[in-house]
């Protein structure tokens, strides 16, 4: 305190002045924080003190943290004349008087741990009384153990627990709740020796001037684990006695671990060692438990507790509870959902033995042939407005009139959160409960079989979120929360990503553990839901070979990545030989040939998807820069098969309609920008799409002309920020009932059922010429041709489709003249002339198939014998073999992609081989044949 020369003076002072009020900001501070110090100007009486110019001093001192060692500020000057560094700032605005400084300058010291101060006028005749104001916000330093670690010391040992602080503080500790030492003297300083009897979770809590700090740690006794063999009947996961209803078996896949105890429901979530799980004698990081006991069609729930205190959900949870996304799921999408353990964190796994197995209608599904999938890619978040699988139940008869035979499902395995595309997988062998309960989700499966539609699942194995059990199990987690970064001995995950694609923690696929999960997950959605196959997300990620910053290395075909494909796809034939594999690699044609020519002899081989959205968007606008569509032909992949499953739109995809309406072309009062011309155009798009033979898919309400922006907003702004965002329901805006947008759905399931109705669409012989300016200087003009001579009835399609903005005159090479119908609308008209145009206006198409009904069976015979073929195809040694049939003054030209004219000659016999010397660059090359009796064409690669 200062001390002041008068008694009587002091005491007059008191009482006139006494204790004032202030503030400082910030508050709590440390040293080094830059302070604002604020007097109320009421609080000082300037005509008393007889001060002018609002000449208010401080007058200031600070201690250090044991608030001892007083020194005066050095700036103070003397009592009788304040030094004018020390002036307060008058505030006339708010009436008020402050001083800013910084605690080690304003004393010329550190380690302050309170500062005092007074107010007085310049020669000291006037003053407040001593302030005091302490220093630094409390810190509190754990020094033995380490704060969040986990220190392991035998029964009946001690273990020194040691703290400091940077103000003098009292601290108390706790175990397990209960206090077991505290201080009453304030000390920088703390030490205590605590004797260890039990596992215990460890709390010192430091207070100083009302404020506190607590740092955490944990103490454990070890245990002897016992080694026996896992008995047969379990493996990792959740297992079932087929003989007694009251017992259940656990194991986790666990290396580096010491121990593992299982805690739960049964057992009033508390650490036991009667729950202290075995260790195999032959694969010793496995262990196991069986539980006994137990009531049959009650709900149990449970985690694992490792040694290393490691909390976590079983990675092999049909389904799990969330601590952080059960409270926001409904009643009516998941009724009676069980509620989340009082007292637990992050993900808990459920049990109940002697459950009813579900009844299904369909055992023997015929799953439809690869080559004639038409795949629904859905959505069911937006779907429709109720999200959940009863409401896509509801619309199956949607789905079925549309003509399509495969939907294909986002993931639907737990993810984080409850709104989401569902790629931030945790728990891949689980079902997400945000659309409802696991019996719903086989209802649907089961409603989808009984009506010819096979059920395919997108699922993201490239990754997992940082709530994945496999990631928390093995983590770097400096505070405790239960979420790091991986730790270099995961089994599961690479710490640096070996790929420029990563998401989330990056899969090592070349471990045994985890091509083990990605098999144990493969197996439950193909057994336990009869689900038909998989979409494999972004399978570039599966290469170890790369790194994370080199996008050309992951784009560039790899080895490995080639081996570890074929690998998963032995696995997933393993459990279902018929099985659908599609990835979603969109990589090189030679990586992507090894997997789709992968045991075609046994029926096999896996589809990738070709995306065409560009060229075929380029096209719905009215554009012919880079239009051509022609990789809608398997061959041009080098495929044996068709296994190129097509698309012009995905979810990953901007939306056709969107940019038809953003930035369609016109021409006079033609208009793609308009919603009308646009949606006439996407009849069109279905038409020169669905008719390609192989498996094609489209996005949910294509066939609605759905026009909202993959990046639209809540708000309805356009930001990528927004690409996983919730969109507009089409069903709640109506459009399914609006009679234009009602018209490309009515015109796509015409067509589709078309394709599904003539077997010549299974032909792999077809040719795709889209935009090819050798025919079509206007461009944008598409011709299809599609023939299996074969075949009885209609062996021969041709497609046409003017994407222009203007009126053209097609010219439609039909293979021979005679008698040809409109598929569309079933007329039939007289082809006189191969070569004589067909007017198609902006936006037309046609499909015609030949009309054999009307011809005698030798007409049909002469007039379907005129055929072209390309022996050994690719070609690679110069040389290219072309077989013709029935041929009358035949040539034959040759063109390249651009349309230039490469080669041309004459036929000299009507049936017959020609061995034409192809001596062009290595590419894909446009091969026509014209007779009198007819055009055919094949498309030609050079190697």
Known sequence: MKKLYSFIYLFITVLVFGQINYTVTPNPFNETDVITLTVPGDQIDETAWGVSNNAVYIWSWSLDTNYQNSQDCPTNGSWNNSNELNKLTYNSGTDTYSITFTPTTFYGRTGIGRLGFLLKDKTGAHQTSDTFVNVGVLSLSLT?????????????????????????????????????????????????????????????????????????????????????????????????????????????????????????????????????????????DLYW????????????????????????????????LSSYDDQWISSTTYPNLPPFPAGQNFEVSMFKTGQVPYNWQVTNFQRPAKADLVVYELLLRDFTQEKNWQSLINKISYLKNLNINAIELLPIMEFEGNLSWGYNTSFHYALDKAYGTPEKFKEFVDLCHQNGIAVILDIAFNHATGRSPLARLWNIDPDGDGYGDIAANNPYFNQVPKHSYNVFNDFNHTSPATQYYVERSLQQWLTEYHIDGFRWDLTKGFTQSCSENDEACTNAYQQDRVDIMKNYADKQWAIDPNSYMIFEHLGTDAEEQQWANYRIAEGKGVMLWNKQTDPYNQNTMGYKENSNYDRMNHTLHGFTNMSAVGYGESHDEERLMFKNLAYGASNGAYNVTNLNTALERMKTFGATFFTIPGPKMIWQFGELGYEFSINRCADGTINSGCRTDEKPVAFTLGYDTNPN???????????????????????????????????????LITRIYVYDNSIAGVKNIVVLGNYTTSAQNVVPYFPYTGQWQNLMDNSVSTVASTTAP???????????????????????????????????????????????????????????????KMDSFKLNNESGTYELKANYPPGTYLVHLRSETGMASQKMIIK
């Open 144 to 284: 033995n153990p380490a704060a969040n670690s986990l220190t392991t010391v035998p029964a009946g040992n001690s273990i020194n627990v040691t703290a400091t602080t940077n103000v003098a503080a009292t601290f108390q500790l706790k175990a397990n709740g209960t206090v077991i030492n505290s201080t009453s003297v304030p000390s920088q300083s703390y030490n205590f020796s605590y004797t260890v009897t039990q596992d215990a979770n460890m709390e010192l809590i430091a207070t100083a001037n009302s404020n506190t700090k607590n740092a955490t740690f944990m103490l454990q006794i070890p245990r002897n684990v016992v080694s026996e063999a896992i008995p047969g009947w379990i493996r990792q996961g959740i297992n079932y006695s087929t003989t007694d209803p009251t017992k259940v078996g656990l194991a986790l896949y666990a290396p580096y671990k010491n121990f593992v105890h299982v805690i739960g429901s049964f057992n009033n979530w508390t650490v036991n060692d009667t729950y202290l799980m075995k260790r195999d004698t032959t694969n010793p």
């Open 741 to 779: 947008r009602k018209s490309v759905y009515d015109t796509w399931a015409k067509i589709i059922n078309i394709r599904n109705t003539y077997p010549v669409f299974k032909s792999k012989t077809y040719s795709v010429e889209s935009n090819n300016l050798a025919n079509d200087p206007e461009g």
């Open 289 to 320: 438990i069986e539980l006994t006991g137990l009531t049959p069609q009650q709900l149990y729930t449970f985690q694992y507790r490792t040694n290393d205190m490691k909390i976590v959900a079983d990675p092999f949870s049909p389904q799990i």
């Open 838 to 900: 067909i007017t198609l206006q902006p936006g037309e198409f046609r499909i015609f198939g030949n009309y054999a009904g009307a011809l005698s069976t030798s007409d049909v015979n002469a007039a379907n014998k005129l055929s072209l073929q390309i022996a050994d195809n690719p070609v690679k040694n110069g040389w290219a073999k072309l077989i013709y049939h029935k041929v009358k003054n035949g040539e034959i030209s040759v063109f390249d992609m651009s349309g230039k």
